[in-house]
């Protein structure tokens, strides 16, 4: 059992997770465990006219496509620890983070 939850959690670490917002205006991407390793914004997501509500826009893009790959990585991690975690009498899970 505990060979499994070590091979589960390393392939959670491994695992690489898009989410994004604004129509892939901006795309985040987290590990398994929901650690951020990259964020692209497009070029087309900056108005070079209104700088400031191009930043308010950026700004809630960039957290809406971070909270979608927190709970892709969220139900990722529920799908391969959530049994083995039952087997060790606890729920796991990020769900469990504030603010997700």
Known sequence: MQQQLVSAQQELNDAEIEGSAGGGLVVATVNGGGELLELKISAEAVDPGDPQETADTIADLV??????????????????????????????????????
């Open 63 to 100: 957290i809406a496509a971070i909270r979608d790959a927190v709970r892709a990585a969220a139900d990722l991690q529920q799908e391969k620890l959530g049994p083995l975690a039952q087997g060790l009498g606890g729920g796991g899970g990020l769900g469990q983070l504030p603010g997700l």
